[in-house]
Structure formats: structure tokens, C-alpha cells
């Protein structure tokens, strides 16, 4: 186990740059076995749940070679068709993305149930099984926790409305929907980034898929997919994070190699509160003297807030003038971690399942608290970063799932922090 160990008080500046997406790398990594061939990816980000899924990769016979240039080539041709039984998928939520990918190739697959953080409640994969058997496949449980699905007489394109928005059900029925004979047609899908990222890799490797990253993707399966070169988008919840790590703790700090686009909405959040934000057409630089008023806001499926950043703001509104009310409408139970920062002084009062209260104070002050999922983990640093006195965070295998080395990052912006195992 690991521990992070933050004395809050110092401001921030300095410059930071932002890696590939991790949302995005875990289904291409997963969408290179359609290839069957050596692609070379770049910005693979360096996390923990990236590690899991090249393990996963190499479990089903990938050949995997770090390059001199910083890319990775990825040989999916050896893969063959193999169980992957729970202790080797149930340590990520992305291995579900393997499910659509060997449907794709093999027209069969058999995983455990994908893990992933744990919210407080369930996060189903009904809409992907609805997908696939849109397609034609029949999915069965077996006794021992296996997702098992096949489709004997191949998948064939059909038109598939998502009853509600889903970033996992909209890829992974994409992927299936390449080896797919005829069109498919996916209704309300969802619309993030990284939706389009994996189907930008797709097409550059011989697919035909259009629409991605609006409410109606069209996939027109059968063709051979071929082997490509690909660079991963920035990742925009990383980027999101240490913007909002200035902001709380205060200083000058620049996030490089981003598209600001994928940013507006923090960025306007961050503007609501006073806090100065300067963009370019690949960074954005936030200036804060750690003062700053409060404000609402709902995370939504894209465009709107990122649910992967209200953690990360729940713990700069601790510090805000006044009331701020946070209100989640994609995962209603994330609130995990408002326990944490009340450890530290925070004053959060939940009035509904999916909405909290934060009532500002001047200071937080340091204690010993738990990262009880990979952005709480995140919320915590922010909130450790600004408050009073030494914080203690364990649970950093949390964090380690989505952040390159934070720890090294903050401290070249001048944190005190220290990563140390215990």
C-alpha cells in the first residue's frame, strides 16, 4: 500500500503537461484485437488501469513492445480466443470493452464481470447486453460470474436505441458493430470525446463509422480492419484536475498539450468564481490567490459538467465565499467522498440523494483520510493542497488508476508532497 503525504498552504506555478486520455487508451487498447495486426499507439498514458489492460492484452497472446519515439506497438494478430475469467477482469471497469472487441473478431467472448471504482451503487451493463443482442448475439451467465456471448451465425447491423446515455454501451457496441454485417445504427448515444477518439482509431484503421460524438452513431461493419499509427487525444479530466488544483490552492500554473474545447465547461465554472483563466489555442493558464466565491453546478453526460471533475470542484467550493450546491445526474450516489472532507473540516450537507451543500470556510485543516475511488482520490489532493497542516491520503492505488505520477507533477509546481509506501 501507498501513502500520500501533503503540507497544504503553498501556492502553485509553474507549468504541467497533460498525457493521452486514459478514458480513451483502455477501449482503443482493447479495439487494437479487431486489427489483428502491429499498431503503434502514442500518448498511452502511463496509470495503473492501463498496465491491467496490457496485462489482459498479453494474457490473450498480444505481443507488446515499447518504442524509442515513446509509441507502442501493439501485435494483436497472435491473439486467440480465450476465457478471461474475474481475477484477471474484475480489477478494471475497461475490461467490459473487451466483450464488444472479441464479439467483433472472434463472434464470441467470454469475461468475467468488469470491477472499476465503486460509487456507492451499481453500475449495470444492461445496455451493452441489450447491443449486443441487437446484433444478433445471445449473452447467458454462467454459474461462475462469466459474461458469455456468442453469435453462431455471425452479428448482423441493426438500429439500437440507448434508453438512456451511456459512454461504455455507446463504444462497446461500436466495436462490436465492425465485425458486423450491414449498418448499425446507434440512437442517444453519448457524445464525449473520447466516443469520437475511438472511432477516429477505428476508421484510420479501415473502419466506417460516422457520427461519433453526436446522439446518432452509424457503423457500417463487415470491412477487414487493418493495423494503423494513432495519438491518443489529451486527457481533459487530468488537465481539468490541476486547473482546479491552482485554483484552490492558488499561484500561477499553465496545463499544456490540451484542446481547450474539451474544457469549456470547467473553464466557465472556474470563471463563475472569479478565478482568472487565460487560453491558448493547446493550454490554459489559471491564476487564483486562493480566494473565490462559491457556485452551482450539475454534472451531465457531455457537453455538460464532466461527473469525472465533481469531486475535484465538491472539494474547491470547501474553500469558496458562501454556498455552493453540487447536484450529480450521471452517478447520484458519487458522494463518497464528502465523508473524507469532513475530516477535514469541510461543512457538506447532502438534501437529496444526488445533491450537497457546501458551505465555504476560510480553511481546511490536515488529517488522515481515504481515497475511496480514483476522483475522490483526486478531490482530496485539491482539498490536502490548500488546508491547514499535514494531510495523510491512502487509497493512492485509486488515484495511480487515471494520474501519470501526481505526485512528482505537484512537487515540480512546488507542492510539499511526498509519495511513500507503507
Known amino acids: 500500500m501507498k501513502k500520500l503525504t501533503i503540507r497544504g498552504g503553498i501556492p502553485l506555478y509553474g507549468d504541467v503537461y497533460i498525457g493521452g486520455m486514459k478514458n480513451s487508451a483502455l477501449p482503443i487498447l482493447f479495439a487494437t484485437i479487431l486489427t489483428r495486426g502491429k499498431n503503434i499507439l502514442y500518448q498511452i498514458p502511463k496509470v495503473s488501469d492501463i498496465d491491467l489492460s496490457l496485462e489482459i492484452l498479453s494474457f490473450l497472446g498480444a505481443v507488446i513492445e515499447p518504442l524509442d519515439d515513446g509509441g507502442l506497438l501493439i501485435d494483436t494478430s497472435p491473439i486467440e480466443f480465450r476465457d478471461l475469467p474475474f481475477e484477471v477482469s474484475g480489477k478494471i471497469r475497461g475490461s467490459m470493452y473487451l466483450i464488444g ?31 449486443f443482442e441487437a446484433l444478433g448475439a445471445r449473452v447467458n451467465f454462467t454459474e461462475d460470474s462469466m459474461l458469455h456471448t456468442e453469435a453462431l ?43 469520437a477518439d475511438v472511432a477516429n482509431f477505428l476508421n484510420a484503421a479501415g473502419a466506417d463509422i460516422s457520427g461519433a460524438g453526436t446522439t446518432t452513431v452509424k457503423i457500417r461493419g463487415g470491412r477487414p480492419l487493418h493495423a494503423c499509427r494513432y495519438t491518443i487525444l489529451p486527457d481533459m479530466i487530468e488537465a481539468g484536475t490541476y486547473m482546479l488544483a491552482a485554483a484552490t490552492a492558488g499561484g500561477c500554473v499553465t496545463v499544456h498539450n490540451i484542446i481547450p474545447k474539451h474544457m469549456e465547461t470547467v473553464t ?9 483563466v487565460s487560453v491558448t489555442d493547446n493550454s490554459i493558464t489559471v491564476e487564483s490567490d486562493g480566494r473565490y466565491r ?23 467550493m470547501c474553500y469558496a465565499e458562501g454556498i455552493s450546491t453540487l447536484v450529480e445526474g450521471v452517478f447520484p450516489k458519487r458522494f463518497r467522498y464528502t465523508d473524507e472532507l469532513t475530516k477535514m473540516g469541510a461543512d457538506i450537507h447532502r438534501t437529496e440523494e444526488n445533491t450537497a451543500l457546501i458551505y465555504g470556510t476560510p480553511r481546511l485543516r490536515g488529517a488522515s483520510v481515504h481515497a475511496t475511488d480514483l476522483r475522490a482520490g483526486a478531490a482530496l489532493v485539491i482539498a490536502a493542497l490548500a488546508a491547514d497542516g499535514v494531510t495523510e491520503i491512502t487509497g493512492v492505488e485509486y488515484i495511480e488508476r487515471g494520474y501519470t505520477d501526481i505526485a512528482r507533477h505537484l512537487r515540480e509546481l512546488g507542492a510539499a508532497i511526498e509519495l511513500t509506501e507503507t
Open 268 to 276: 466557465a465554472k472556474l470563471l463563475e468564481t472569479g478565478v482568472k
Open 153 to 195: 451465425d455471425g452479428l448482423v447491423g441493426n438500429s439500437i436505441y440507448l434508453d438512456t446515455t451511456s459512454v461504455g454501451a455507446t463504444i462497446n457496441i461500436m466495436l462490436a458493430a465492425t465485425g458486423a454485417m450491414g449498418t448499425t445504427v446507434i440512437e442517444n448515444a453519448a457524445r464525449e470525446p473520447h466516443i
Open 101 to 131: 472487441a472479441m464479439l467483433g473478431r472472434f463472434g464470441e467472448a467470454s469475461v468475467g464481470m468488469p470491477g472499476g471504482c465503486n460509487f456507492g451503487g451499481n453500475r449495470p451493463i444492461d445496455l451493452h447486453i441489450k447491443g
Open 294 to 316: 462559491g457556485t452551482n453546478f450539475k454534472a451531465l453526460p457531455y457537453p455538460g459538467f464532466p461527473t469525472d471533475m465533481h469531486p475535484q470542484f465538491g472539494a474547491m
